[in-house]
């Protein structure tokens, strides 16, 4: 997230992290789910600057253990756990839950799943930050579903197995599986 010119790369992760902070509203103690958490980066700095106690899923062996490395290093491992868990899996309730770059990955044939599973482990009154790639809408469903040979290229090169939907079908289904929306931001300019 460039804030300005000449930031680094860095800088702009670090920026990323705390714009997402902020519209998560977090408040030291609250529970907070990081569905796909990669390498740790958002959960971590959610723990260690908001005060925040963190779980964060993932299922990949590599990401887990490096994750948990970061943990243990920041001395953090009392308020954010990597778990090797499919999100689906889980049982316990959040104040906040939060997917950066994770969705891509869902596929649109379960988006049911995800979103009701998303809102049965979030608390009431909860809040859901949902960050993902996605490709413009088309005259019709039957035309989104056509990809052109530079989409296939991204799909194939860029985010293998991955299959991007549009901003609205993302809204239509948060707002279909009980989410309110608040929020709608684009950074196709940051990427």
């Known amino acids: 997230y460039y804030e300005n010119d000449g930031q680094t790369l860095e800088e702009a992760q670090l920026a990323k992290k705390r714009h997402i902070a902020a519209k998560m509203n977090i408040k030291p103690g609250m529970k907070i789910l990081d569905i796909g958490c990669g390498w740790g980066g958002m959960a971590l700095y959610l723990a260690e600057m908001y005060g925040a106690d963190v779980t964060g899923v993932t299922l990949s062996d590599e990401q887990l253990a490096v994750a948990n490395a970061r943990a243990k290093e920041r001395g953090l491992s009392n308020r954010v756990r990597f778990l090797l868990q499919d999100y689906r ?94 929020d709608v931001e684009a950074w196709r300019e940051h990427y």
Do not use: C, W
């Open 89 to 182: 899996t889980l049982n316990q309730k959040f104040d906040r839950i939060v997917s950066v770059g994770m969705f891509e990955h869902v596929g649109i044939a379960n988006h049911p799943t995800y979103f009701s599973t998303v809102h049965r482990l979030l608390r009431p009154r909860g809040l859901y930050l949902h960050h993902t790639i996605a490709r413009r809408a088309k005259r019709s469903d039957k035309a989104f579903g056509k990809l052109k040979p530079e989409a296939k290229a991204i799909m194939r090169y860029i985010f293998p197995g991955a299959e991007l939907d549009h901003l609205g079908m993302s809204v239509s289904n948060l707002e279909r599986f009980g989410f309110e929306v608040h």
